[in-house]
T-cell receptor, first 113, second 115 residues
Framework: QKEVEQDPGPLSVPEGAIVSLNCTYSNSAFQYFMWYRQYSRKGPELLMY????GNKEDGRFTAQVDKSSKYISLFIRDSQPSDSATYLC?????????????FGTGTRLKVLA | DTGVSQNPRHKITKRGQNVTFRCDPISEHNRLYWYRQTLGQGPEFLTYFQNEAQLEKSRLLSDRFSAERPKGSFSTLEIQRTEQGDSAMYLC?????????????FGPGTRLTVL
């Protein structure tokens, strides 16, 4: 079993829709949670970063972390064709001596005009 | 441009050859990561540097892979005796030290094709 599970999609939605992207994880030591967007043949870029549990909002993006369920979500409101990309979740622990980030496989999103 | 840069952007090599990639992080970032990404997968952690010290390596990393970060600035990743399974995108990322320093900035990657 992978430490981080993410549905690869693809997910197709009409322009203006609310998009929900999710990841589940198995390691209860994860404390830092991130969402990245990756366009084809480009490096990932950070969208949202959350420490521990709770919600965080930034413009059209909302990140939620439910540590009791080991489940994180990214919501995109008023989705635009320019949001079409692969969305990656990533996580890290605060365990001493480990610094690595664990990424999900990514969900391909296509927003149709 | 003050972002993370990687060279070369593309590399085609024959099986058995050695290759070396370079990463130049954002200048004030003392932390540097190497990842490998294959099609349809997320980035897979390879190794981590804090300044010039290599503090963590993936247990999955073959001994054909070696990375250095002399003087804590740029970093190189070398793959010896390349195999077709090494074909992938190799990504470098850097981040600053500090409480808010969880934001990794990724470079554009080096795409390796092993024939």
């Amino acid at each position: 079993q992978k430490e981080v599970e993410q549905d690869p999609g693809p997910l197709s939605v009409p322009e203006g829709a609310i998009v929900s992207l999710n990841c589940t994880y198995s390691n209860s030591a994860f404390q830092y949670f991130m969402w990245y967007r990756q366009y084809s043949r480009k490096g990932p870029e950070l969208l949202m970063y959350t420490y521990s549990s709770g919600n965080k909002e930034d413009g059209r993006f909302t990140a939620q972390v439910d540590k009791s369920s080991k489940y994180i979500s990214l919501f995109i409101r008023d989705s635009q064709p320019s949001d079409s990309a692969t969305y990656l979740c990533a996580m890290r622990t605060t365990t001493s001596g480990t610094y690595k980030y664990i990424f999900g496989t990514g969900t391909r999103l296509k927003v149709l005009a | 441009d003050t972002g993370v840069s990687q060279n070369p952007r593309h590399k085609i090599t024959k099986r058995g050859q050695n290759v070396t990639f370079r990463c130049d992080p954002i200048s004030e970032h003392n932390r540097l990561y190497w990842y490998r990404q294959t099609l349809g997968q997320g980035p897979e952690f390879l190794t981590y540097f804090q300044n010039e010290a290599q503090l963590e390596k993936s247990r999955l990393l073959s001994d054909r892979f070696s990375a250095e970060r002399p003087k804590g600035s740029f970093s190189t990743l070398e793959i010896q005796r390349t195999e077709q399974g090494d074909s992938a995108m190799y990504l470098c990322a850097s981040r600053p030290e500090g409480a808010g320093g969880n934001e990794q900035f990724f470079g554009p990657g080096t795409r390796l094709t092993v024939l």
